[in-house]
Protein backbone atom coordinates (compact mmCIF):
# COMPACT_ATOMS: atom_id res chain seq x y z
CA UNK A 1 0.00 0.00 0.00
CA UNK A 2 1.25 3.55 -0.81
CA UNK A 3 -0.43 6.66 0.61
CA UNK A 4 0.46 10.49 -0.03
CA UNK A 5 0.28 13.30 1.95
CA UNK A 6 1.42 16.86 2.29
CA UNK A 7 2.96 17.40 6.29
CA UNK A 8 4.37 21.25 6.92
CA UNK A 9 6.49 21.08 3.63
CA UNK A 10 6.88 17.44 3.24
CA UNK A 11 6.08 15.58 0.49
CA UNK A 12 6.03 11.99 1.93
CA UNK A 13 5.67 8.57 0.10
CA UNK A 14 4.71 6.75 2.26
CA UNK A 15 5.75 2.90 1.88
CA UNK A 16 3.88 0.15 4.00
CA UNK A 17 6.05 -2.06 6.42
CA UNK A 18 9.39 -0.97 4.82
CA UNK A 19 10.89 3.19 4.52
CA UNK A 20 9.59 6.15 3.63
CA UNK A 21 11.01 8.96 1.83
CA UNK A 22 10.34 12.61 2.23
CA UNK A 23 11.39 15.40 0.07
CA UNK A 24 11.64 18.91 1.55
CA UNK A 25 11.64 21.67 -0.56
CA UNK A 26 13.69 23.14 1.79
CA UNK A 27 16.68 21.77 2.10
CA UNK A 28 19.84 24.17 1.86
CA UNK A 29 22.63 23.54 0.35
CA UNK A 30 25.91 23.12 2.35
CA UNK A 31 27.27 26.89 3.21
CA UNK A 32 30.32 26.05 0.62
CA UNK A 33 28.45 23.83 -1.99
CA UNK A 34 30.10 20.80 -0.70
CA UNK A 35 33.79 23.03 -2.48
CA UNK A 36 31.77 23.27 -5.58
CA UNK A 37 31.20 26.60 -8.02
CA UNK A 38 27.93 26.40 -9.25
CA UNK A 39 25.70 29.34 -11.46
CA UNK A 40 23.87 31.66 -9.08
CA UNK A 41 21.15 30.70 -7.51
CA UNK A 42 22.32 27.17 -7.22
CA UNK A 43 23.04 25.40 -4.01
CA UNK A 44 24.92 22.01 -3.40
CA UNK A 45 24.67 19.50 -0.71
CA UNK A 46 26.97 16.91 0.19
CA UNK A 47 24.91 14.01 -0.13
CA UNK A 48 27.82 11.70 1.13
CA UNK A 49 31.34 12.45 2.00
CA UNK A 50 33.37 9.38 1.01
CA UNK A 51 31.69 5.35 0.16
CA UNK A 52 34.83 2.87 0.51
CA UNK A 53 34.95 1.33 -2.48
CA UNK A 54 34.58 5.19 -4.13
CA UNK A 55 33.04 5.03 -7.13
CA UNK A 56 31.89 4.95 -10.81
CA UNK A 57 28.89 5.85 -11.96
CA UNK A 58 24.74 6.83 -10.37
CA UNK A 59 21.69 6.61 -10.81
CA UNK A 60 18.58 7.13 -8.48
CA UNK A 61 15.24 5.88 -8.27
CA UNK A 62 11.63 7.44 -8.34
CA UNK A 63 11.69 7.70 -4.19
CA UNK A 64 15.13 9.08 -4.25
CA UNK A 65 17.35 6.43 -3.24
CA UNK A 66 21.00 6.91 -4.97
CA UNK A 67 22.32 3.66 -6.48
CA UNK A 68 26.06 3.66 -6.80
CA UNK A 69 28.52 1.51 -8.64
CA UNK A 70 31.61 0.65 -6.81
CA UNK A 71 34.86 1.70 -8.42
CA UNK A 72 36.00 -1.54 -6.03
CA UNK A 73 33.85 -4.21 -4.66
CA UNK A 74 34.56 -5.50 -1.23
CA UNK A 75 32.93 -8.18 1.32
CA UNK A 76 30.28 -5.86 1.50
CA UNK A 77 29.02 -5.94 -2.41
CA UNK A 78 29.05 -4.14 -5.33
CA UNK A 79 27.06 -1.72 -5.44
CA UNK A 80 25.93 0.79 -2.42
CA UNK A 81 22.85 2.27 -2.18
CA UNK A 82 21.99 5.70 -0.56
CA UNK A 83 18.51 6.82 1.74
CA UNK A 84 18.08 9.94 3.71
CA UNK A 85 15.89 8.89 6.20
CA UNK A 86 15.81 12.42 7.84
CA UNK A 87 15.61 14.59 5.08
CA UNK A 88 18.40 17.05 5.85
CA UNK A 89 19.91 16.19 1.88
CA UNK A 90 22.75 13.50 3.60
CA UNK A 91 22.67 9.85 3.16
CA UNK A 92 22.66 8.64 6.61
CA UNK A 93 21.42 4.89 5.41
CA UNK A 94 24.20 3.24 2.98
CA UNK A 95 23.74 -0.25 1.75
CA UNK A 96 26.08 -2.77 -0.19
CA UNK A 97 24.72 -5.70 -2.31
CA UNK A 98 26.02 -7.87 -4.98
CA UNK A 99 27.53 -10.65 -5.87
CA UNK A 100 30.77 -10.37 -3.82
CA UNK A 101 32.00 -14.28 -4.53
CA UNK A 102 33.30 -13.00 -7.98
CA UNK A 103 35.06 -9.15 -7.18
CA UNK A 104 36.92 -9.45 -10.33
CA UNK A 105 33.35 -9.07 -12.74
CA UNK A 106 31.90 -6.98 -10.81
CA UNK A 107 34.92 -3.87 -10.76
CA UNK A 108 35.59 -0.91 -12.34
CA UNK A 109 31.89 -0.09 -13.51
CA UNK A 110 31.34 1.20 -16.97
CA UNK A 111 27.25 2.21 -16.86
CA UNK A 112 24.29 2.22 -14.86
CA UNK A 113 20.67 2.82 -15.63
CA UNK A 114 17.43 2.15 -14.09
CA UNK A 115 14.80 1.15 -16.52
CA UNK A 116 11.42 -0.42 -16.33
CA UNK A 117 11.40 -0.95 -12.91
CA UNK A 118 15.15 -2.56 -13.31
CA UNK A 119 18.17 -1.28 -12.07
CA UNK A 120 20.75 -1.92 -15.06
CA UNK A 121 24.56 -2.12 -14.81
CA UNK A 122 28.24 -3.21 -15.63
CA UNK A 123 31.34 -4.55 -15.46
CA UNK A 124 33.67 -3.82 -18.56
CA UNK A 125 32.60 -7.32 -20.09
CA UNK A 126 29.02 -8.17 -18.61
CA UNK A 127 25.73 -6.38 -18.29
CA UNK A 128 23.49 -7.22 -15.71
CA UNK A 129 20.30 -6.15 -14.24
CA UNK A 130 18.34 -6.17 -11.20
CA UNK A 131 14.46 -6.25 -10.19
CA UNK A 132 13.94 -2.82 -8.16
CA UNK A 133 11.77 -3.57 -5.11
CA UNK A 134 9.49 -0.15 -4.86
CA UNK A 135 8.74 -0.95 -0.87
CA UNK A 136 12.85 -1.60 -0.20
CA UNK A 137 16.47 -0.35 -0.45
CA UNK A 138 17.68 -3.62 -2.14
CA UNK A 139 15.87 -5.14 -5.14
CA UNK A 140 14.48 -8.21 -5.64
CA UNK A 141 16.26 -11.74 -5.76
CA UNK A 142 19.85 -12.34 -8.10
CA UNK A 143 21.20 -10.58 -10.72
CA UNK A 144 20.32 -11.94 -14.16
CA UNK A 145 22.89 -11.21 -16.77
CA UNK A 146 21.71 -9.62 -19.78
CA UNK A 147 25.12 -9.48 -22.13
CA UNK A 148 28.31 -10.87 -22.11
CA UNK A 149 31.43 -9.14 -24.20
CA UNK A 150 32.75 -12.61 -24.96
CA UNK A 151 35.56 -11.65 -27.18
CA UNK A 152 39.32 -12.65 -26.30
CA UNK A 153 39.81 -9.48 -24.16
CA UNK A 154 43.74 -10.11 -22.68
CA UNK A 155 44.99 -6.90 -24.99
CA UNK A 156 42.16 -5.23 -25.67
CA UNK A 157 41.38 -1.65 -24.82
CA UNK A 158 38.52 0.37 -24.55
CA UNK A 159 35.84 -2.08 -23.04
CA UNK A 160 33.97 -0.13 -21.33
CA UNK A 161 29.81 -0.78 -21.16
CA UNK A 162 27.79 1.80 -20.26
CA UNK A 163 24.07 0.97 -21.26
CA UNK A 164 21.11 3.18 -22.76
CA UNK A 165 17.90 2.87 -23.49
CA UNK A 166 15.09 3.95 -26.19
CA UNK A 167 11.54 3.87 -26.26
CA UNK A 168 11.13 0.44 -27.66
CA UNK A 169 12.42 -1.99 -25.57
CA UNK A 170 15.78 -1.73 -27.05
CA UNK A 171 19.18 -1.41 -25.23
CA UNK A 172 22.44 0.03 -26.85
CA UNK A 173 25.49 -0.70 -25.82
CA UNK A 174 29.14 0.28 -27.63
CA UNK A 175 31.91 -2.12 -28.28
CA UNK A 176 35.11 -0.27 -28.54
CA UNK A 177 38.35 -0.15 -30.56
CA UNK A 178 40.60 -2.44 -29.64
CA UNK A 179 43.82 -0.42 -30.32
CA UNK A 180 44.54 3.16 -30.15
CA UNK A 181 44.35 3.67 -34.35
CA UNK A 182 44.20 0.49 -35.66
CA UNK A 183 48.09 0.35 -36.15
CA UNK A 184 49.96 -3.39 -36.64
CA UNK A 185 52.26 -3.76 -34.33
CA UNK A 186 50.03 -1.64 -31.59
CA UNK A 187 51.68 2.12 -31.24
CA UNK A 188 54.99 1.87 -33.39
CA UNK A 189 55.80 5.11 -33.88
CA UNK A 190 55.50 5.89 -37.37
CA UNK A 191 53.81 2.84 -38.33
CA UNK A 192 50.72 3.03 -40.96
CA UNK A 193 47.28 1.46 -39.80
CA UNK A 194 45.53 -1.66 -41.42
CA UNK A 195 43.41 -0.76 -44.36
CA UNK A 196 40.80 -1.53 -44.21
CA UNK A 197 41.05 -1.66 -40.41
CA UNK A 198 39.47 -5.80 -39.61
CA UNK A 199 38.45 -4.34 -35.93
CA UNK A 200 35.81 -2.55 -37.48
CA UNK A 201 33.74 -5.82 -38.14
CA UNK A 202 33.02 -6.46 -34.30
CA UNK A 203 34.29 -3.17 -32.65
CA UNK A 204 34.42 0.14 -32.96
CA UNK A 205 30.67 0.91 -32.83
CA UNK A 206 27.62 0.80 -30.90
CA UNK A 207 25.29 -2.26 -31.22
CA UNK A 208 21.55 -2.72 -29.98
CA UNK A 209 19.81 -5.30 -27.77
CA UNK A 210 16.84 -6.39 -26.47
CA UNK A 211 16.61 -4.98 -23.71
CA UNK A 212 14.79 -7.74 -21.63
CA UNK A 213 16.38 -10.92 -23.17
CA UNK A 214 19.03 -12.77 -20.85
CA UNK A 215 22.38 -14.37 -21.46
CA UNK A 216 23.02 -12.30 -24.87
CA UNK A 217 26.31 -12.18 -26.73
CA UNK A 218 26.87 -9.23 -29.58
CA UNK A 219 26.08 -11.68 -31.81
CA UNK A 220 22.47 -11.39 -31.05
CA UNK A 221 22.72 -8.00 -31.48
CA UNK A 222 22.37 -5.28 -34.32
CA UNK A 223 25.35 -3.22 -35.24
CA UNK A 224 23.43 0.27 -35.22
CA UNK A 225 26.46 2.66 -36.04
CA UNK A 226 30.62 2.42 -36.25
CA UNK A 227 33.48 4.23 -36.59
CA UNK A 228 33.28 5.30 -32.72
CA UNK A 229 36.53 4.60 -30.81
CA UNK A 230 35.96 4.72 -26.91
CA UNK A 231 32.36 5.84 -25.05
CA UNK A 232 32.05 5.76 -21.45
CA UNK A 233 29.14 9.14 -21.45
CA UNK A 234 25.81 7.96 -23.77
CA UNK A 235 22.37 8.72 -22.99
CA UNK A 236 19.11 8.63 -25.07
CA UNK A 237 17.72 11.83 -25.60
CA UNK A 238 13.69 11.19 -25.79
CA UNK A 239 12.46 14.90 -26.80
CA UNK A 240 14.36 14.14 -30.27
CA UNK A 241 14.57 10.08 -29.80
CA UNK A 242 18.21 9.49 -30.95
CA UNK A 243 20.83 8.05 -28.77
CA UNK A 244 23.98 10.62 -28.23
CA UNK A 245 27.63 9.62 -27.04
CA UNK A 246 30.76 11.78 -26.36
CA UNK A 247 33.66 9.90 -27.68
CA UNK A 248 37.21 9.23 -25.86
CA UNK A 249 38.94 10.84 -28.92
CA UNK A 250 42.83 8.64 -30.00
CA UNK A 251 46.12 9.45 -28.09
CA UNK A 252 49.69 9.81 -28.84
CA UNK A 253 50.01 11.90 -32.09
CA UNK A 254 53.57 13.17 -30.22
CA UNK A 255 54.88 10.14 -28.90
CA UNK A 256 54.30 8.23 -32.51
CA UNK A 257 54.25 11.34 -35.15
CA UNK A 258 56.93 13.58 -33.74
CA UNK A 259 57.59 15.19 -37.58
CA UNK A 260 54.12 16.10 -37.56
CA UNK A 261 52.60 17.06 -34.11
CA UNK A 262 54.15 19.87 -31.32
CA UNK A 263 53.59 18.91 -27.81
CA UNK A 264 50.99 21.74 -27.69
CA UNK A 265 48.71 19.70 -30.85
CA UNK A 266 49.11 16.78 -28.76
CA UNK A 267 47.89 18.08 -25.70
CA UNK A 268 44.89 19.68 -27.58
CA UNK A 269 43.85 17.23 -30.15
CA UNK A 270 42.03 15.48 -30.91
CA UNK A 271 38.51 16.62 -30.23
CA UNK A 272 36.33 14.56 -27.81
CA UNK A 273 33.56 14.14 -30.03
CA UNK A 274 29.74 14.83 -29.06
CA UNK A 275 27.90 13.00 -31.48
CA UNK A 276 24.32 12.32 -32.86
CA UNK A 277 24.31 8.53 -33.26
CA UNK A 278 21.79 7.39 -35.74
CA UNK A 279 21.19 3.96 -37.70
CA UNK A 280 24.07 3.56 -39.69
CA UNK A 281 25.81 6.94 -39.05
CA UNK A 282 29.59 6.28 -39.53
CA UNK A 283 32.08 8.59 -37.56
CA UNK A 284 35.45 7.68 -39.37
CA UNK A 285 37.74 5.76 -36.67
CA UNK A 286 40.16 4.74 -37.18
CA UNK A 287 40.89 7.00 -40.67
CA UNK A 288 40.18 10.66 -39.61
CA UNK A 289 39.69 12.42 -36.37
CA UNK A 290 38.30 15.99 -35.66
CA UNK A 291 39.96 18.73 -34.90
CA UNK A 292 37.87 20.91 -32.77
CA UNK A 293 39.76 24.01 -33.97
CA UNK A 294 39.80 23.87 -37.49
CA UNK A 295 36.41 22.44 -36.92
CA UNK A 296 36.60 19.85 -39.22
CA UNK A 297 37.64 15.76 -39.55
CA UNK A 298 40.95 15.57 -41.02
CA UNK A 299 43.08 12.56 -42.04
CA UNK A 300 44.64 10.52 -39.48
CA UNK A 301 48.80 10.08 -39.50
CA UNK A 302 47.97 6.27 -39.71
CA UNK A 303 46.81 6.45 -43.03
CA UNK A 304 48.71 9.50 -44.26
CA UNK A 305 47.46 12.41 -42.67
CA UNK A 306 49.54 15.84 -41.84
CA UNK A 307 47.42 17.50 -39.58
CA UNK A 308 45.43 19.45 -42.17
CA UNK A 309 44.70 17.03 -44.94
CA UNK A 310 40.62 15.88 -45.63
CA UNK A 311 40.99 13.11 -47.97
CA UNK A 312 38.89 10.27 -47.87
CA UNK A 313 37.47 12.18 -44.65
CA UNK A 314 34.65 14.12 -46.42
CA UNK A 315 32.75 11.02 -46.24
CA UNK A 316 32.20 10.77 -42.23
CA UNK A 317 29.75 11.76 -40.04
CA UNK A 318 31.22 15.07 -38.15
CA UNK A 319 30.11 15.76 -34.14
CA UNK A 320 27.81 18.16 -33.40
CA UNK A 321 30.26 19.84 -31.53
CA UNK A 322 34.23 19.08 -30.50
CA UNK A 323 35.46 19.43 -27.23
CA UNK A 324 39.33 20.08 -26.44
CA UNK A 325 41.20 17.43 -26.59
CA UNK A 326 41.98 14.75 -23.31
CA UNK A 327 39.33 15.92 -20.81
CA UNK A 328 37.56 12.20 -20.87
CA UNK A 329 34.16 13.00 -21.02
CA UNK A 330 32.41 9.74 -18.88
CA UNK A 331 28.91 10.36 -18.29
CA UNK A 332 26.39 12.23 -20.35
CA UNK A 333 22.84 12.97 -18.96
CA UNK A 334 19.89 15.09 -20.78
CA UNK A 335 18.46 17.08 -18.04
CA UNK A 336 14.22 15.39 -17.98
CA UNK A 337 13.38 17.21 -14.57
CA UNK A 338 11.62 20.38 -13.72
CA UNK A 339 13.24 22.30 -11.21
CA UNK A 340 15.82 24.53 -12.75
CA UNK A 341 15.28 26.99 -15.36
CA UNK A 342 13.96 26.53 -18.57
CA UNK A 343 17.59 26.82 -20.49
CA UNK A 344 18.93 23.44 -18.93
CA UNK A 345 15.52 21.47 -20.20
CA UNK A 346 16.31 18.75 -22.35
CA UNK A 347 20.23 20.05 -22.12
CA UNK A 348 22.96 17.66 -22.04
CA UNK A 349 25.30 17.53 -18.76
CA UNK A 350 28.60 16.17 -19.52
CA UNK A 351 30.78 14.78 -16.39
CA UNK A 352 34.69 15.34 -17.74
CA UNK A 353 36.94 13.09 -15.58
CA UNK A 354 40.03 15.07 -16.43
CA UNK A 355 42.75 14.17 -18.43
CA UNK A 356 46.26 12.36 -17.64
CA UNK A 357 47.91 13.06 -20.64
CA UNK A 358 48.15 16.38 -21.46
CA UNK A 359 52.06 17.27 -20.68
CA UNK A 360 54.08 19.25 -20.64
CA UNK A 361 50.84 21.53 -19.87
CA UNK A 362 48.33 21.37 -17.32
CA UNK A 363 45.85 18.98 -17.55
CA UNK A 364 42.29 19.93 -18.37
CA UNK A 365 38.76 18.95 -17.63
CA UNK A 366 38.12 17.41 -14.26
CA UNK A 367 34.34 18.99 -14.48
CA UNK A 368 30.50 19.24 -15.08
CA UNK A 369 29.87 20.79 -18.49
CA UNK A 370 26.73 21.82 -20.07
CA UNK A 371 25.26 22.28 -23.61
CA UNK A 372 21.65 23.92 -24.26
CA UNK A 373 19.32 22.09 -26.85
CA UNK A 374 16.58 23.44 -28.72
CA UNK A 375 14.98 21.33 -31.27
CA UNK A 376 17.28 18.18 -31.32
CA UNK A 377 20.62 19.89 -31.46
CA UNK A 378 23.12 22.47 -29.10
CA UNK A 379 21.30 25.39 -28.91
CA UNK A 380 24.24 27.75 -28.25
CA UNK A 381 28.59 27.02 -26.85
CA UNK A 382 29.13 24.39 -23.64
CA UNK A 383 29.40 25.98 -20.45
CA UNK A 384 30.94 25.08 -16.90
CA UNK A 385 28.13 24.33 -14.68
CA UNK A 386 29.75 22.92 -11.96
CA UNK A 387 33.92 23.09 -11.17
CA UNK A 388 36.44 23.05 -8.05
CA UNK A 389 36.39 19.54 -7.93
CA UNK A 390 40.12 18.82 -8.57
CA UNK A 391 41.11 21.47 -5.84
CA UNK A 392 43.92 23.41 -7.24
CA UNK A 393 45.00 24.71 -10.64
CA UNK A 394 47.03 24.11 -12.28
CA UNK A 395 46.44 20.74 -12.14
CA UNK A 396 50.08 19.24 -12.95
CA UNK A 397 49.95 15.65 -12.41
CA UNK A 398 46.86 13.40 -12.55
CA UNK A 399 47.20 12.72 -8.81
CA UNK A 400 47.11 16.39 -7.92
CA UNK A 401 43.29 16.39 -8.21
CA UNK A 402 41.29 15.84 -5.41
CA UNK A 403 37.97 15.15 -6.99
CA UNK A 404 37.74 14.31 -10.37
CA UNK A 405 33.78 13.88 -11.51
CA UNK A 406 32.42 11.07 -13.20
CA UNK A 407 28.79 10.16 -12.39
CA UNK A 408 25.66 12.44 -13.32
CA UNK A 409 21.77 11.43 -12.07
CA UNK A 410 18.80 13.43 -12.08
CA UNK A 411 16.38 12.70 -8.61
CA UNK A 412 12.77 12.44 -9.09
CA UNK A 413 12.29 15.96 -7.69
CA UNK A 414 14.97 17.67 -10.52
CA UNK A 415 17.77 17.76 -8.31
CA UNK A 416 21.00 16.90 -9.93
CA UNK A 417 23.41 14.37 -8.03
CA UNK A 418 26.98 14.16 -9.32
CA UNK A 419 29.36 11.68 -7.95
CA UNK A 420 33.67 11.64 -8.03
CA UNK A 421 36.07 8.53 -8.16
CA UNK A 422 38.41 9.42 -5.61
CA UNK A 423 36.66 9.19 -2.75
CA UNK A 424 33.34 8.87 -3.50
CA UNK A 425 31.79 11.63 -2.73
CA UNK A 426 28.83 12.90 -4.44
CA UNK A 427 26.57 16.06 -4.54
CA UNK A 428 23.17 16.81 -4.91
CA UNK A 429 22.63 20.23 -6.69
CA UNK A 430 19.54 22.39 -6.27
CA UNK A 431 18.04 25.29 -7.92
CA UNK A 432 16.50 28.03 -5.40
CA UNK A 433 16.09 31.31 -7.48
CA UNK A 434 13.50 32.22 -9.55
CA UNK A 435 13.47 30.27 -12.67
CA UNK A 436 11.90 33.38 -14.61
CA UNK A 437 14.64 35.26 -14.09
CA UNK A 438 17.61 33.25 -14.90
CA UNK A 439 19.75 34.39 -17.78
CA UNK A 440 23.59 35.46 -18.50
CA UNK A 441 23.88 37.59 -15.28
CA UNK A 442 23.95 33.99 -13.09
CA UNK A 443 26.16 32.55 -15.36
CA UNK A 444 28.74 35.28 -15.56
CA UNK A 445 30.72 34.36 -12.38
CA UNK A 446 30.98 30.63 -14.61
CA UNK A 447 32.07 31.80 -17.81
CA UNK A 448 35.04 33.35 -16.17
CA UNK A 449 36.42 29.54 -14.43
CA UNK A 450 37.00 29.12 -18.63
CA UNK A 451 39.98 31.30 -18.28
CA UNK A 452 41.32 28.63 -15.40
CA UNK A 453 44.37 26.68 -16.31
CA UNK A 454 42.67 23.76 -16.62
CA UNK A 455 39.78 24.53 -18.54
CA UNK A 456 41.30 27.52 -20.98
CA UNK A 457 43.02 26.93 -24.19
CA UNK A 458 46.91 26.92 -23.09
CA UNK A 459 49.39 29.25 -24.06
CA UNK A 460 51.80 27.44 -26.21
CA UNK A 461 54.89 28.86 -24.40
CA UNK A 462 53.42 30.36 -21.17
CA UNK A 463 51.71 27.34 -19.57
CA UNK A 464 54.48 25.17 -20.90
CA UNK A 465 55.70 23.36 -17.85
CA UNK A 466 58.70 21.37 -19.32
CA UNK A 467 61.99 22.39 -17.75
CA UNK A 468 64.29 23.51 -20.78
CA UNK A 469 67.35 23.16 -18.30
CA UNK A 470 66.22 19.23 -17.51
CA UNK A 471 69.04 16.58 -18.35
CA UNK A 472 68.68 14.38 -21.02
CA UNK A 473 67.20 11.32 -19.06
CA UNK A 474 64.46 13.99 -17.78
CA UNK A 475 63.56 15.26 -21.38
CA UNK A 476 62.97 11.83 -22.82
CA UNK A 477 60.80 11.18 -19.75
CA UNK A 478 58.97 13.99 -19.73
CA UNK A 479 58.17 13.60 -23.91
CA UNK A 480 57.19 10.10 -23.99
CA UNK A 481 56.58 8.42 -20.03
CA UNK A 482 55.09 11.75 -18.52
CA UNK A 483 51.88 11.88 -20.61
CA UNK A 484 50.93 7.86 -18.78
CA UNK A 485 53.35 7.91 -15.71
CA UNK A 486 52.71 11.70 -14.47
CA UNK A 487 55.58 13.90 -14.20
CA UNK A 488 56.34 13.29 -10.34
CA UNK A 489 55.89 9.72 -11.38
CA UNK A 490 52.60 8.63 -9.22
CA UNK A 491 51.33 6.95 -12.44
CA UNK A 492 46.80 7.32 -12.80
CA UNK A 493 44.55 4.83 -10.53
CA UNK A 494 43.59 1.66 -12.30
CA UNK A 495 45.38 2.36 -15.53
CA UNK A 496 49.14 3.39 -15.80
CA UNK A 497 50.89 2.55 -12.93
CA UNK A 498 53.35 4.17 -10.24
CA UNK A 499 57.10 4.03 -10.64
CA UNK A 500 57.91 4.58 -7.23
CA UNK A 501 58.67 1.84 -4.66
CA UNK A 502 57.66 -1.08 -6.92
CA UNK A 503 60.13 -4.06 -7.99
CA UNK A 504 58.62 -3.75 -11.75
CA UNK A 505 61.24 0.11 -11.92
CA UNK A 506 64.27 -0.59 -9.06
CA UNK A 507 64.20 -4.17 -9.45
CA UNK A 508 65.28 -6.62 -12.28
CA UNK A 509 67.03 -3.96 -14.67
CA UNK A 510 66.71 -6.82 -17.47
CA UNK A 511 62.99 -7.34 -17.54
CA UNK A 512 62.70 -3.27 -17.44
CA UNK A 513 64.48 -2.72 -20.54
CA UNK A 514 62.38 -5.79 -21.93
CA UNK A 515 59.29 -3.79 -21.09
CA UNK A 516 60.49 -0.68 -22.84
CA UNK A 517 61.87 -2.49 -25.91
CA UNK A 518 58.61 -4.69 -26.30
CA UNK A 519 56.16 -2.93 -24.46
CA UNK A 520 53.36 -4.59 -22.12
CA UNK A 521 49.66 -5.43 -22.36
CA UNK A 522 47.59 -6.85 -20.16
CA UNK A 523 46.47 -6.58 -16.49
CA UNK A 524 49.49 -5.85 -13.47
CA UNK A 525 49.74 -5.59 -10.16
CA UNK A 526 51.96 -3.28 -8.66
CA UNK A 527 51.90 -2.00 -5.08
CA UNK A 528 48.53 -3.61 -4.21
CA UNK A 529 46.53 -2.22 -6.98
CA UNK A 530 45.29 -3.50 -10.72
CA UNK A 531 46.39 -1.72 -13.50
CA UNK A 532 45.03 -2.14 -17.28
CA UNK A 533 46.49 0.44 -19.32
CA UNK A 534 48.49 -0.49 -21.98
CA UNK A 535 52.53 0.55 -21.78
CA UNK A 536 53.45 0.96 -26.06
CA UNK A 537 57.22 -0.61 -26.94
CA UNK A 538 59.87 2.18 -27.32
CA UNK A 539 62.13 0.27 -29.32
CA UNK A 540 62.16 3.49 -31.68
CA UNK A 541 64.58 5.40 -28.72
CA UNK A 542 68.36 4.99 -28.58
CA UNK A 543 70.17 2.56 -26.31
CA UNK A 544 71.23 5.90 -25.14
CA UNK A 545 68.63 7.47 -24.39
CA UNK A 546 66.61 4.02 -22.74
CA UNK A 547 69.62 3.84 -20.88
CA UNK A 548 69.06 7.48 -19.72
CA UNK A 549 65.26 7.49 -18.90
CA UNK A 550 65.73 4.65 -17.36
CA UNK A 551 68.03 5.76 -14.96
CA UNK A 552 66.58 8.55 -14.34
CA UNK A 553 63.52 6.85 -12.99
CA UNK A 554 65.49 4.40 -11.00
CA UNK A 555 67.18 7.05 -9.42
CA UNK A 556 63.96 10.00 -8.68
CA UNK A 557 60.77 9.96 -7.47
CA UNK A 558 62.17 9.10 -4.11
CA UNK A 559 63.62 5.45 -5.81
CA UNK A 560 67.62 4.82 -4.98
CA UNK A 561 68.02 1.74 -7.37
CA UNK A 562 71.46 1.51 -9.64
CA UNK A 563 72.24 3.18 -13.04
CA UNK A 564 71.49 1.47 -16.48
CA UNK A 565 73.87 1.94 -19.15
CA UNK A 566 74.35 1.91 -23.10
CA UNK A 567 75.55 -1.30 -22.84
CA UNK A 568 73.11 -3.23 -21.22
CA UNK A 569 70.24 -1.99 -22.72
CA UNK A 570 72.35 -3.14 -26.54
CA UNK A 571 72.56 -6.33 -24.90
CA UNK A 572 69.20 -7.07 -23.85
CA UNK A 573 68.05 -5.71 -27.64
CA UNK A 574 70.13 -7.84 -29.40
CA UNK A 575 68.73 -11.06 -27.49
CA UNK A 576 65.41 -10.41 -28.75
Given amino acids: MMINFRLSGFLCLLIASSFFQCENQQISGDPDNGGLFLPDDFEAVVVVDSIKGKARHITVDENGAVYVKLKYADEQGAIAVLHDSNNDGKADVIKKFGDTGQVGR ?21 VYRYKLNPNSLLPEGEAEVILTDDHEHGKHEHIAKPVSFDNEGNMYVPFGAPSNACQEPKRTPGAPG ?21 NQTQKDGYKYASGIRSVVAMDWNPTDENLYVVMHG ?8 PDIYSPWQSAMLPSEEFIRVTEGSDFGWPYCYYDQMLEKKVLAPEYGGDGQAIGRCDQYDD ?10 PNDLVFYRGDQFPDRYKNGAFIAFHGSTNRGPYP ?42 PMGIAVGPDGSLYLGETEHGKIWRVMYKGDKNNFGKTQLAEMEKRKLLSHIRTPDKVKDNLFNDQALTGQ ?56 YSG ?25 NEATAVTEQEVTKVRGSL
Avoid at 250 to 257: G, T, V
Avoid at 319 to 328: K, L, Q, Y
Avoid at 501 to 526: A, C, F, N, P, Y
Fill in 106 to 126: WSLATGMRIHNGYLYFSSELV
Fill in 250 to 257: RDDLLRLF
Fill in 319 to 328: PIMGFPGHWA
Fill in 475 to 530: KTYYVYCSTCHQSDGEGASGRFPPLIGTDWVTGDKERLIKIVLEGMEGSIEVNGES
Fill in 194 to 214: LDPCPQLEDHAGVWRFDANKT
Fill in 363 to 404: QSGYFIGFVPFKDGKPSGEWEVFADGFAGVDPIVDVNDAVYR
Fill in 534 to 558: VMPQHSFLSDEEIAEVLTYIRTNFG
